[in-house]
């Protein structure tokens, strides 16, 4: 059926966008990071500015689904497949503005000099960066063990998180003078914690995909 | 919900050919139930089974039993004038008797032996305005009923199907050879009829049978595949092969 082999072409299409979605997220994430390490103003800058593409690739995700509910008036998994297209694009374009957050925390602490040499947040980004990873791929392969597994890795994002807003209160107790530095870095940990509550998100969207009913991973 | 009609069993040969395997199935009192299937499928077979409309190809047998009311239409005891009283039937094609407006609905009462005028002419009030027709024919009754469009024909066959007080109203595709706005006129309709009759209608139309009907019944081969709560089969159907009709990949 001619109409049947366009209408999967578009599901397709969706499928790839939310694909290069993802990518765009976790790069931005990474350099989110690596510029905070550095306090390198001028890395995070670029991150803000690349913040349009992400946008415009969910405008695009919500043109064609709505244009295929409209054109082709799906049921069942095909609608599923729109329906969490959706849901999933906006999950991604929260997790970019997250990026975006970290990015201004850096800009505002630039000319200062780190209260300790980051460990844990890079840490928690990398297990949250497997977590975009693995909730996507749980998404394309729709594979539900994976999304279960990755909604796991969620608990130890927040025992990371947990340990790292101690370590900062310490730092704070003993040098208060830092206490505005500590603030910001605590709010990076929130932001990614966030982050990682969205790929969560993803996962139960992969879930649904495949079930028909949503999960509650992030509990 | 309470179960208007009962198939057992139903196995139905037309000679050599079966055309309805081992059907069981329950169907909901003052409800819509949509059959739906590719051609050839055994949707409307079943349809015709359920007030005995089969009878008349020669070669028919069937095996089981269809329960209306707890009785086997098939038994012996069974009129199938009687039954087919309590159970109406409007087709693909508006079929009005070339008759007055006001005749054909009053075609069925006085057959039933209905011979009072004023009886009559609220009964074909009634049938009208059930069928949302009156408001456009009221003025026009001695009328000729060919002289209608096609949708106030169809309307006008479902007049004369409530005009006997039927418990169950069949509908093989009848709105399949209307326009979309006589289709969305039946459709209403047909919501507003299920407050009084147990409805079933066998439709081509998928998004039709997901947008009317309160339960969806799957057929494939004679079989059924799947019957469940429309929102559900549409939604997660359990078997793929519904799921492949109804996204539209063969069929």
Redesign the interface.
């Known amino acids: 059926m001619i109409q049947r082999r366009e209408f999967d072409q578009n599901l397709n299409e969706l499928r790839e966008l939310l694909q290069t979605m993802g990518e765009h997220v976790e790069h931005a994430l990474v350099e989110a990071v690596a510029a905070l390490k550095n306090l390198d103003s001028k890395r995070a800058k670029e991150i803000i500015e690349r913040d349009h593409d992400l946008n415009q690739l969910e405008e695009q995700i919500m043109d064609l689904g709505s244009r295929l509910i409209v054109t082709q008036q799906p049921v069942a998994k095909d609608l599923r497949r729109i329906l969490v297209a959706f849901r999933i694009s906006s999950d991604l374009e929260r997790m970019g503005d997250l990026a975006i957050d970290i990015a201004k925390v850096t800009m505002r602490l630039e000319g200062q000099t780190l209260i300790k040499p980051l460990v844990d947040i890079p840490k928690l980004a990398e297990l949250v960066v497997l977590m975009i990873q693995e909730s996507l791929q749980s998404y394309l392969d729709e594979n539900t063990d994976l999304a279960y597994k990755m909604a796991k890795d969620d608990d130890e994002v927040d025992h990371l998180y947990s340990q790292t807003i101690t370590d900062l209160y310490k730092i704070v107790i003993d040098h208060p003078e830092s206490l505005h530095q500590a603030m910001s870095l605590t709010l990076v940990g929130r932001y990614i914690e966030r982050i990682a509550d969205h790929a969560t998100n993803i996962g139960e969207s992969a879930v649904y995909l495949v079930t028909g009913h949503r999960p509650d991973l992030n509990h | 919900m309470t179960t208007a009609i009962q198939i057992e069993q139903l196995n139905l040969f037309y000679n050599q050919f079966q055309a309805l395997k081992n059907i069981s199935l329950e169907i909901p009192q003052k409800a819509i139930t949509a059959f739906i299937g590719p051609s050839g499928c055994g949707k409307s077979t079943l349809l015709r089974t359920l007030n005995r409309m089969n009878d008349m190809i020669p070669g028919t047998r069937v095996e089981g039993a269809v329960r209306i009311g707890g009785q086997d239409i098939y038994g012996e005891a069974v009129e199938v004038e009687t039954l087919r009283k309590r159970v109406g039937m409007v087709f693909q094609q508006p079929n009005p008797f070339p008759k007055s407006i006001y005749d054909n609905v009053a075609y069925g009462p006085r057959l039933h032996g209905i011979t009072s005028k004023a009886q009559l002419d609220e009964i074909v009030e009634q049938s009208l305005r059930q069928s949302v027709l009156w408001e456009e024919v009221k003025d026009f009754l001695k009328k000729s009923a060919l002289s209608l469009s096609g949708g106030q024909q169809q309307r006008l066959c479902i007049a004369r199907a409530i005009a006997v007080h039927p418990d169950i109203l069949l509908m093989d595709e009848a709105t399949a050879a209307l326009d979309p706005i006589s289709t969305l006129k039946i459709e209403e309709l047909v919501q507003k009829l299920k407050d009084k009759y147990t409805i079933v209608m066998v439709t081509h139309n998928?998004?039709q049978a997901?947008r009317v009907s309160d339960k969806t019944v799957f057929f494939l081969n004679g079989e059924i595949i799947e019957a469940d709560e429309t929102s559900k089969l549409?939604?997660?159907?359990q078997d793929s092969r519904t799921?492949d009709y109804?996204?539209?990949?063969f069929g």
């Open positions: 998928m998004h997901a549409f939604s997660t159907p799921e109804i996204s539209g990949r």
